[in-house]
């Protein structure tokens, strides 16, 4: 028990350490025992273990104060990468992140969706391109999490419900066939969510919305993603907004996805949301009545989910995207439905404008990584 104790300290000041190397970049060792108080021989055992393992460089000096100039030590940002991937129906985006959560390369292409054998393989060769290009290392490479707009079995493995893509059962293996390095399957929504709770490290609880073609949603409790039971937890898309309303994909009526899909708003533009929305700004008519039943829906959905849950809320997705304009409109009609509080501040925009989904499922790899140091 001793032992494990000291070896836990050990990892634990190493850990301190680096992740204040990681927020102040350039550090001498007098700086770190400062804002760390821990011994001097510590820090430059250390140090030298962080510098062995080419997580940190050695950059050089700062200071002249009293003689000698003082080491500086700085975070290597790109000493590991993950990639991440958002499959859609026609597209396939890879993102390459490091270990800022900083997404350093985006490759998006428009590629229709199937189960088959060189679609996998086309994977695999775009993740490989992807290396080539940006000339990394394999020993770099952390892993790579695939996000699908699926339900997905807790050991990242298999899709249990796929019906956005008719890939229901299909799993992890076959993604993977032309992809040699550690892999995930992670929900759309989830790790859209993910990567917002890591973009504001101050969020402890929240409920995250992805607003694109799909709606999802994950919920975040003490900063850890809440599953649920059978991995379903926060599937927004199809609570019932409507009793006996339009029809959803799913089989049901009136569920949410049904009035706050983007399609549906991106269909009365020939296809582009973009064009919808200046539309929108330019006071088409047709198209204002749209967005207002867009948003009237969408803040039932908000205060249903703020009765639930106390936290904040926060909007991605394609449409989350577009929201700037419109928060302060959506948070009246929250307000107005709510009953105790007369405000909605608790409804906010993502950080991750865009590819928050192909980031958010990279980054669970360089989260785990930087936590194990
Ligand atoms: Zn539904």
Partial sequence: MVVDKTVNIKEFNRNRIYMLLRQKRNLSKQ???????????????????????KLIANTGTIGNTGGRNAQVYSYISDAKIA????????????????????????????????????????????????????DIDDSKILGVGIGVPGLITEDHQTVFYGKILN??????QRFTKYIPYPAILVNDANAAGFSEIWATPDTKNAFYISLSNNI???????????AGENQKSGEIGHITIIPDGLPCYCGQKGCLEAYCSASLLADT?????????????????????????????????INNIRMLFDCDIILGGYVGAYMENY????KKLVASRNTFEDHADYVRICSYKTEAIAAGAALPFIDQFINQI
Wanted: proline letters at 2%.
């Fill in 31 to 53: 700086d770190i025992v400062q804002h760390l108080q821990i011994s001097l021989p510590t820090i430059t055992q250390n140090l030298n273990y962080l510098l062995q393992e």
């Fill in 83 to 134: 990639i991440g991937l958002d499959i859609t129906r026609n597209h396939v985006t890879t993102v390459v992140v490091d270990l800022n959560g900083d997404i350093i390369h985006i490759n998006r292409r428009r590629q229709k969706f199937e189960t088959s054998d060189p679609y996998f393989q086309l994977l695999g060769n775009i993740i490989q391109e992807d290396i080539k290009e940006l």
């Fill in 167 to 172: 890939f229901t059962g299909e799993t992890l």
């Fill in 216 to 226: 999802g949603g994950a919920v975040y409790i003490g900063n850890k993603v809440f």
């Fill in 269 to 301: 533009a020939d296809g582009s949301l973009g064009r919808f929305f200046e539309e929108v700004q330019g006071g088409n008519r047709e198209k204002l009545i749209v967005w207002d039943n867009y948003l009237r829906h969408l803040s039932i959905a």
């Fill in 327 to 330: 928060i302060d409109t959506l």
